[in-house]
């Protein structure tokens, strides 16, 4: 099987610009995380979901958004990007929501700069 | 609130030394416990969680919940093991992961 394909692979902007992130997840797999990785703050989750709807959300502004489609792929949004959004994005899928079996496949990243 | 705390940021041991990376949590309800590994230029993928109970690439974590400890244990430490390790935490029945802030190893040869 392919795996977590995200693109851009690494992407510039400016401060108050939006950006939007795209993530492919493992064939048959429904579900779809976003984390958010800086030195300073390590990994954070910040939503997930499942069968197009969001199931869970970390504690970030309401700026970062994201949807599911169909597909399974998914989207993350920010807008009006401020310089501390500059991280490598993580997206990870799994097959079931939350199974204790069930293995999370991380995707190689977006590197996001804000100028 | 759910914190996963990962002490070192740098381990440095030679090649046969016994290797110990710590994570200890604080969770109020019943966690499930993971190592995940990245090695240079590649993905972030799952080593092992506590609930298989198994033993991947010689390393082993016991979950102690009275020290709320999940830490990772390999008697004899390859140099190819040297990698970056996370602990997470994953609340039961859902997919939010809460991941320490990773331990870097590396095995001198």
């Known amino acids: 099987k392919a795996g977590v394909t995200q693109t851009p692979r690494y992407l510039i902007k400016t401060r108050g610009q939006q950006v939007t992130l795209s993530c492919s997840p493992i064939s048959g797999h429904r579900s779809v995380s976003w984390y958010q990785q800086t030195p300073g703050q390590g990994l954070q989750f910040l939503f997930e979901y499942f069968s197009e709807t969001q199931r869970n959300k970390g504690n970030f502004p309401g700026r970062f958004s994201g949807r599911q489609f169909s597909n399974s792929r998914s989207e993350m949004n920010v807008s009006t990007l401020e310089l501390g959004d500059s991280a490598l994005y993580l997206c990870?899928?799994?097959?079931?929501?939350?199974?204790?079996?069930?293995?999370?496949?991380f995707g190689p990243g977006t590197r996001l700069t804000v100028l | 609130a759910q914190r996963v705390t990962q002490p070192e940021k740098l381990l440095s041991v030679f090649k046969g030394a016994p290797v110990e990376l710590k994570c200890n949590y604080s969770?109020?309800?019943?966690?499930?416990l993971f190592w995940y590994v990245q090695y240079s230029r590649q993905r972030l993928q799952l080593l092992l969680r506590h609930i298989s109970r198994e033993s991947i690439k010689g390393f082993t974590a016991d979950l102690n919940k009275g020290e709320t400890s999940f830490h990772l244990k390999k008697p004899f430490a390859q140099e190819e093991d040297s990698a970056m390790y996370y602990c997470a935490l994953r609340a039961r029945n859902f997919n939010k992961f809460y991941f320490g802030s990773g331990t870097k190893l590396n095995v001198k040869p």
């Open positions: 969770y109020s309800g019943s966690p499930e």
């Open positions: 990870a899928s799994s097959s079931v929501l939350g199974a204790s079996t069930d293995t999370q496949y």
